[in-house]
């Protein structure tokens, strides 16, 4: 059939082409395949990232030497007053930082 099978002279009239309803609604487009809504990051109600995935700095520990600044991918680590502070909308969690962190300060 030329017409509905996919072999016909307009796209998105045979199977498979979604049908013009949108990004991963016909057949065999992604349904289910985590396409459309969501963020791919766990977020908590309000979309910002957990506290509890955030590193904690110890203030008393840390001596400012930058170390962790320079480890973090994201750049979600600051020097401020000679302490480390972590900004929580760029840190993703992944506690490079605390690694790398001489003094174990960190945690």
Known sequence: MPWGDGTGPWWGRGKGQGRGRGMGRGRGMGRGMGMGRGTGFATGPTGAVPTA????VNAEKCVGCGECAKAC???AI?????????NPVLCRGCRV???TCPTGAIS
Do not use: H, N, W, Y
């Open 78 to 86: 600051e020097i401020r007053d000679g302490k480390a502070t972590v």
């Open 73 to 75: 991918p994201f750049g």
């Open 53 to 56: 995935a955030l590193p904690q």
């Open 97 to 99: 930082c605390a690694s």
